[in-house]
Protein backbone atom coordinates (compact mmCIF):
# COMPACT_ATOMS: atom_id res chain seq x y z
CA UNK A 1 0.00 0.00 0.00
CA UNK A 2 1.25 3.48 -0.90
CA UNK A 3 -0.01 6.47 1.47
CA UNK A 4 0.71 9.78 1.04
CA UNK A 5 0.52 12.21 3.74
CA UNK A 6 0.06 16.54 3.50
CA UNK A 7 0.33 18.23 6.46
CA UNK A 8 2.21 21.73 7.63
CA UNK A 9 4.13 19.55 10.43
CA UNK A 10 5.63 16.30 8.91
CA UNK A 11 7.69 16.41 11.58
CA UNK A 12 4.53 14.63 13.57
CA UNK A 13 5.25 11.46 11.53
CA UNK A 14 8.34 10.25 12.44
CA UNK A 15 6.67 7.70 14.85
CA UNK A 16 5.61 6.30 11.21
CA UNK A 17 9.55 4.94 11.51
CA UNK A 18 9.12 2.63 14.64
CA UNK A 19 7.41 -0.62 15.78
CA UNK A 20 4.90 -2.63 13.48
CA UNK A 21 4.34 0.22 11.10
CA UNK A 22 8.31 0.86 10.72
CA UNK A 23 9.00 -3.04 10.54
CA UNK A 24 6.20 -3.11 7.70
CA UNK A 25 7.54 0.48 5.63
CA UNK A 26 11.18 -2.03 5.87
CA UNK A 27 9.73 -4.95 4.75
CA UNK A 28 8.04 -3.13 1.64
CA UNK A 29 4.18 -3.38 2.62
CA UNK A 30 3.78 0.01 3.53
CA UNK A 31 5.10 3.06 0.42
CA UNK A 32 5.01 6.42 3.43
CA UNK A 33 5.49 9.58 1.91
CA UNK A 34 5.35 12.83 4.07
CA UNK A 35 4.82 16.55 2.09
CA UNK A 36 5.52 19.70 3.73
CA UNK A 37 2.45 21.65 2.53
CA UNK A 38 4.35 24.80 2.67
CA UNK A 39 6.63 23.76 -0.63
CA UNK A 40 2.98 24.72 -2.37
CA UNK A 41 2.87 27.91 -0.26
CA UNK A 42 4.92 30.80 -2.76
CA UNK A 43 4.78 34.07 -0.62
CA UNK A 44 7.57 35.08 1.25
CA UNK A 45 6.41 34.15 4.59
CA UNK A 46 4.79 30.57 2.98
CA UNK A 47 1.56 31.49 4.48
CA UNK A 48 -0.85 28.92 4.49
CA UNK A 49 -4.06 30.49 6.34
CA UNK A 50 -5.80 33.61 6.00
CA UNK A 51 -9.34 34.87 7.70
CA UNK A 52 -12.69 33.10 7.60
CA UNK A 53 -14.86 34.43 4.71
CA UNK A 54 -18.33 35.86 7.14
CA UNK A 55 -16.11 36.81 9.87
CA UNK A 56 -16.11 34.29 12.94
CA UNK A 57 -12.55 33.38 15.21
CA UNK A 58 -9.36 31.58 14.23
CA UNK A 59 -7.82 31.29 10.63
CA UNK A 60 -9.17 28.68 7.50
CA UNK A 61 -6.61 27.03 5.60
CA UNK A 62 -6.07 28.45 1.64
CA UNK A 63 -7.07 26.86 -0.95
CA UNK A 64 -4.19 27.59 -3.65
CA UNK A 65 -1.05 25.77 -1.41
CA UNK A 66 -4.02 22.54 -0.74
CA UNK A 67 -5.15 22.55 -4.81
CA UNK A 68 -1.30 23.04 -5.80
CA UNK A 69 -0.29 20.14 -3.20
CA UNK A 70 -2.96 17.67 -4.25
CA UNK A 71 -2.43 18.09 -7.97
CA UNK A 72 1.69 17.26 -7.41
CA UNK A 73 1.03 14.44 -5.08
CA UNK A 74 -1.46 13.09 -6.82
CA UNK A 75 -0.92 13.94 -10.87
CA UNK A 76 -3.30 11.05 -12.45
CA UNK A 77 -4.00 9.02 -14.31
CA UNK A 78 -3.79 6.59 -11.39
CA UNK A 79 -5.23 8.35 -8.29
CA UNK A 80 -5.76 7.67 -4.39
CA UNK A 81 -8.41 7.71 -2.54
CA UNK A 82 -8.84 11.03 -0.62
CA UNK A 83 -9.33 10.97 3.30
CA UNK A 84 -9.52 14.27 5.54
CA UNK A 85 -9.77 13.67 9.03
CA UNK A 86 -12.38 16.30 10.71
CA UNK A 87 -14.63 16.54 13.33
CA UNK A 88 -17.65 16.99 10.54
CA UNK A 89 -16.71 13.72 8.70
CA UNK A 90 -18.40 10.36 8.68
CA UNK A 91 -17.54 8.21 11.50
CA UNK A 92 -13.94 6.25 11.46
CA UNK A 93 -14.50 2.67 12.41
CA UNK A 94 -12.72 -0.01 12.29
CA UNK A 95 -15.10 -1.41 9.11
CA UNK A 96 -13.78 1.74 7.92
CA UNK A 97 -10.08 0.56 8.39
CA UNK A 98 -11.04 -2.47 6.81
CA UNK A 99 -12.46 -1.22 4.01
CA UNK A 100 -9.60 1.29 3.44
CA UNK A 101 -6.66 -1.39 4.23
CA UNK A 102 -7.77 -3.06 0.94
CA UNK A 103 -6.87 0.81 -1.44
CA UNK A 104 -3.42 0.38 -3.67
CA UNK A 105 -3.50 4.20 -2.46
CA UNK A 106 -4.37 6.36 0.39
CA UNK A 107 -3.44 10.56 0.43
CA UNK A 108 -4.12 11.79 3.89
CA UNK A 109 -4.65 15.60 4.19
CA UNK A 110 -4.33 17.26 7.29
CA UNK A 111 -6.01 20.08 8.45
CA UNK A 112 -4.94 22.76 10.81
CA UNK A 113 -6.97 25.69 12.51
CA UNK A 114 -10.44 25.91 11.78
CA UNK A 115 -10.06 23.88 8.89
CA UNK A 116 -9.20 23.31 4.98
CA UNK A 117 -11.03 25.80 2.49
CA UNK A 118 -14.51 23.47 1.43
CA UNK A 119 -13.17 24.22 -2.08
CA UNK A 120 -10.35 22.17 -1.66
CA UNK A 121 -12.90 18.99 -1.14
CA UNK A 122 -14.81 20.11 -3.68
CA UNK A 123 -12.39 20.21 -6.13
CA UNK A 124 -10.69 16.94 -5.12
CA UNK A 125 -13.75 15.46 -5.28
CA UNK A 126 -14.11 15.66 -9.61
CA UNK A 127 -10.91 13.89 -9.77
CA UNK A 128 -10.90 11.22 -6.77
CA UNK A 129 -12.70 9.43 -4.07
CA UNK A 130 -12.95 11.79 -0.98
CA UNK A 131 -13.63 10.39 2.42
CA UNK A 132 -14.10 13.12 5.28
CA UNK A 133 -14.03 11.08 7.85
CA UNK A 134 -14.37 11.67 12.04
CA UNK A 135 -12.23 9.52 15.04
CA UNK A 136 -14.60 10.77 17.20
CA UNK A 137 -17.06 13.30 18.91
CA UNK A 138 -13.86 15.75 20.10
CA UNK A 139 -11.65 18.45 18.16
CA UNK A 140 -8.15 18.10 17.88
CA UNK A 141 -5.79 21.07 16.67
CA UNK A 142 -5.52 19.08 13.41
CA UNK A 143 -5.30 16.24 11.62
CA UNK A 144 -2.12 15.19 12.04
CA UNK A 145 -2.73 12.58 15.52
CA UNK A 146 -6.03 11.45 13.96
CA UNK A 147 -4.20 10.36 10.42
CA UNK A 148 -1.24 8.84 12.70
CA UNK A 149 -4.55 6.74 14.63
CA UNK A 150 -5.89 6.06 11.59
CA UNK A 151 -2.76 4.62 9.72
CA UNK A 152 -1.72 2.71 12.34
CA UNK A 153 -5.64 0.95 12.57
CA UNK A 154 -5.20 0.23 8.52
CA UNK A 155 -1.69 -0.89 8.18
CA UNK A 156 -2.10 -3.34 10.92
CA UNK A 157 -5.03 -4.93 8.62
CA UNK A 158 -2.11 -5.43 5.61
CA UNK A 159 -1.57 -8.96 5.24
CA UNK A 160 1.85 -9.64 7.00
CA UNK A 161 2.26 -6.62 8.74
CA UNK A 162 0.95 -7.97 11.90
CA UNK A 163 2.98 -11.64 13.05
CA UNK A 164 -0.34 -12.98 13.82
CA UNK A 165 -2.82 -12.45 11.10
CA UNK A 166 -5.37 -14.18 13.41
CA UNK A 167 -5.30 -11.70 15.94
CA UNK A 168 -7.42 -9.42 13.81
CA UNK A 169 -10.13 -11.72 13.70
CA UNK A 170 -10.60 -11.74 17.91
CA UNK A 171 -10.38 -7.74 17.71
CA UNK A 172 -13.40 -5.80 19.23
CA UNK A 173 -15.60 -5.01 16.24
CA UNK A 174 -13.79 -7.25 13.47
CA UNK A 175 -15.85 -8.18 11.24
CA UNK A 176 -17.61 -11.88 11.63
CA UNK A 177 -18.19 -12.89 15.54
CA UNK A 178 -16.87 -9.63 16.99
CA UNK A 179 -18.77 -7.54 15.00
CA UNK A 180 -20.79 -5.11 17.39
CA UNK A 181 -18.46 -6.46 20.36
CA UNK A 182 -15.71 -5.48 23.06
CA UNK A 183 -13.17 -7.62 23.41
CA UNK A 184 -13.22 -9.38 26.60
CA UNK A 185 -10.08 -9.67 29.24
CA UNK A 186 -7.13 -11.15 28.77
CA UNK A 187 -4.98 -12.81 30.66
CA UNK A 188 -1.20 -14.35 30.85
CA UNK A 189 1.58 -15.64 33.25
CA UNK A 190 1.69 -15.48 36.66
CA UNK A 191 -1.39 -17.84 37.06
CA UNK A 192 -1.94 -16.05 40.66
CA UNK A 193 -0.65 -12.62 40.93
CA UNK A 194 -1.42 -10.72 44.04
CA UNK A 195 -4.25 -12.89 44.92
CA UNK A 196 -6.00 -12.70 41.93
CA UNK A 197 -6.26 -15.80 39.43
CA UNK A 198 -6.54 -16.51 36.17
CA UNK A 199 -9.91 -17.85 35.31
CA UNK A 200 -9.71 -21.64 35.31
CA UNK A 201 -11.70 -22.21 32.33
CA UNK A 202 -8.48 -20.70 30.41
CA UNK A 203 -5.79 -22.86 32.23
CA UNK A 204 -8.35 -25.97 31.12
CA UNK A 205 -7.89 -26.74 27.88
CA UNK A 206 -10.76 -26.94 26.38
CA UNK A 207 -11.30 -25.07 23.47
CA UNK A 208 -14.85 -25.41 23.32
CA UNK A 209 -15.22 -23.87 26.93
CA UNK A 210 -12.60 -21.29 26.43
CA UNK A 211 -14.49 -19.88 23.32
CA UNK A 212 -17.89 -20.42 25.16
CA UNK A 213 -16.51 -17.72 28.34
CA UNK A 214 -14.63 -15.78 25.57
CA UNK A 215 -17.53 -14.58 23.93
CA UNK A 216 -19.96 -14.56 27.61
CA UNK A 217 -17.34 -11.91 29.01
CA UNK A 218 -17.40 -10.13 25.28
CA UNK A 219 -21.23 -9.57 25.59
CA UNK A 220 -20.62 -8.59 29.61
CA UNK A 221 -17.88 -6.08 28.61
CA UNK A 222 -20.38 -4.89 25.98
CA UNK A 223 -23.38 -4.77 27.68
CA UNK A 224 -21.64 -2.93 30.52
CA UNK A 225 -19.27 -0.08 28.20
CA UNK A 226 -21.41 0.14 24.86
CA UNK A 227 -25.14 -1.55 25.20
CA UNK A 228 -25.88 0.45 22.10
CA UNK A 229 -23.70 -2.27 20.24
CA UNK A 230 -25.48 -5.02 21.83
CA UNK A 231 -29.16 -3.46 20.28
CA UNK A 232 -27.41 -3.88 17.16
CA UNK A 233 -26.21 -7.46 17.78
CA UNK A 234 -29.73 -7.85 19.03
CA UNK A 235 -31.51 -8.44 15.56
CA UNK A 236 -29.69 -10.81 14.51
CA UNK A 237 -26.06 -11.33 16.11
CA UNK A 238 -27.29 -13.23 19.66
CA UNK A 239 -28.43 -16.80 20.05
CA UNK A 240 -30.34 -18.28 22.93
CA UNK A 241 -27.25 -19.28 24.87
CA UNK A 242 -26.28 -15.25 24.34
CA UNK A 243 -29.25 -13.69 25.68
CA UNK A 244 -28.93 -15.91 28.77
CA UNK A 245 -25.38 -14.33 29.49
N1 LIG B 1 -12.61 14.11 15.61
C1 LIG B 1 -11.69 14.06 14.62
O1 LIG B 1 -11.51 13.05 13.90
C2 LIG B 1 -10.85 15.25 14.40
C3 LIG B 1 -9.98 15.47 13.35
C4 LIG B 1 -9.44 16.72 13.58
N2 LIG B 1 -9.97 17.21 14.71
O2 LIG B 1 -10.85 16.29 15.23
Known sequence: M???????FPEYFAPLEISLLGKARRAGLLDVAVHDLRQWAHD???????????????????P????????????????????????SGRPFTQATAAELAGEPWLLFACGRYEGIDSRV?????????????SLGDFV???????????????GRLLPGVLGNAESVADDSFAP???ESLLEGPVYTKPPVWRDRAVPDV??????????????????????RHRPELLARLDRDGLDARDRAV
Open 140 to 154: LAGGEVAVLVMVEAI
Open 176 to 178: GSM
Open 121 to 133: VADAATRMRVDEV
Open 64 to 87: EPWGAALDAVAPGPELPRLVVPTP
Open 202 to 223: LLSGHHGAIARWRRDEALRRTA
Open 44 to 62: RHRTVDDTPYGGGPGMVMK
Open 2 to 8: KLDIVSI
